[in-house]
């Protein structure tokens, strides 16, 4: 049985009491759309990224990334949120890998694709709670900053060693 507790604009909350090897139990679970995110390379093949804020951890970079609209196929949403938070459209991408952040309490699925190809077509297209600017860097530089930890950001980390370890760049 569930029961809805809480239903905001990015995600819900809700109790789902249910049996698991005959035992009941009780689990609070986010319920969220899921996210599309996109690895994508300048023509100098600098990885681009955002820096944005995200309370309580001000300013981060990541890999520009959002929540997919209510029936959107995660593709899409890759190439919509590129657009808009860097300016940038992809005339390609390949589907690099899904994940789940938090299995244990969240729905949330992020689908993490790369892009090479980039055509610059317009200025950032933030929306009005976002404040982001663009960071260009070095695959290497970046791979490092995360093995230092200071990349905190689980799907920049995901994509980025997944696409490091396909290119058989950290080994």
Do not use: W
């Amino acid at each position: 049985m569930k029961k809805k507790i809480f239903q905001g604009k990015v995600l819900g909350l809700s109790l789902y009491d249910l049996k698991i090897e005959g035992r009941k139990v009780r689990r609070e679970i986010i319920e969220h759309r899921g996210a599309a995110a996109m690895l994508a390379f300048d023509e100098e093949n600098k990885v681009i990224l955002v820096k944005q804020h995200r309370y309580p951890h001000g300013y981060i970079l990541e890999i520009p990334a959002g929540t997919l609209e209510k029936g959107e196929k995660p593709e899409k949403c890759a190439y919509r949120e590129l657009i808009e938070e860097t300016g940038y459209k992809a005339k390609k991408m390949v589907h690099l890998l899904s994940y789940y952040p938090s299995v244990g309490y969240n729905s949330e699925v992020i689908h993490c694709f790369v892009a090479k190809d980039l055509k610059k077509v317009g200025d950032l297209e933030p929306d009005n709670d976002e404040f982001i600017s663009v960071v260009k860097m070095d695959l290497k530089k970046l791979i490092t900053m995360i093995k230092k930890g200071k990349i905190i950001d689980s799907k920049t980390i995901c994509a980025v060693l997944t696409y490091a370890a396909k290119k058989k760049l950290l080994f």
